[in-house]
């Protein structure tokens, strides 16, 4: 079924159903009609959406550019590493005022170690060719990035390019939401 969750950052539309006797949300972060470009999407408002709602776990998916020439187009990617390159966007729950104070978030492993591991155990049970680790560089977008900027991201380490996966990662992190990436190049 279709649910509008109101959150204190704005409302989000998301579906609620079951699939094997387990509650599952999907949740399309472009919109209905893929409408939203990235710079422009209620992150925040996503992210408190699923935690109200109860979800404990979230597995997104992204669409990305490869930096790497052994990840050619069709290659899904179980990224463990992020590089954030996004200007404008609001990337925290703790806004610093006198009822939340201060807060640094750890982020040595920035993504759930269980849910990449149960990844890389469905993906390699059905013989599918993927990267288990890769460092995924999150753009502003929405335009795409020029050839002098994909090369310094390739220098950087940088495996993949996307314009999505942050701030939600952070703010899945900030919410105490299990959260992993499975990118598609």
Same mark, same amino acid.
């Given at each position: ?35 939203? %470009?990235?710079? $422009?999407? +209620?992150?925040?408002?996503? !992210? #408190? &959406? ?62 759930? %170690?269980?849910? $990449?591991? +149960?990844?890389?155990?469905? !993906? #390699? &049970? ?60």
């Amino acid at each position: 079924k279709e649910l509008l969750i109101n959150t204190p950052y704005g409302d989000t539309r998301l579906l609620a159903g079951t699939y094997k006797e387990a509650s599952v949300a999907f949740l399309s972060r472009h919109g209905e009609k893929h409408g939203v %470009p990235p710079h $422009r999407i +209620n992150y925040r408002a996503n !992210i #408190s &959406a699923l935690k109200d709602l109860g979800v404990k776990r979230v597995l997104a998916t992204t669409a990305v550019g490869s930096l790497k020439k052994n990840l050619s187009p069709g290659t899904l990617v179980i990224t463990d590493q992020f590089i954030d390159f996004t200007k404008g966007r609001d990337g925290t729950f703790y806004e610093g005022n006198s009822s939340g104070g201060v807060v640094h978030t750890d982020f040595t492993e920035p993504y759930c %170690p269980q849910l $990449r591991k +149960n990844l890389i155990k469905a !993906i #390699s &049970a059905r013989g599918i060719d993927f990267a288990n680790t890769g460092t995924y560089l999150c753009t502003e977008g929405p335009r795409y990035e020029t050839p002098a900027e994909i090369k310094a991201f390739a220098l950087w380490g940088a495996d993949v390019v996307g314009m999505t996966g942050i701030p939600e990662a952070t703010l899945a992190r900030e919410a105490g939401l299990c959260y992993a990436n499975l990118s598609l190049v």
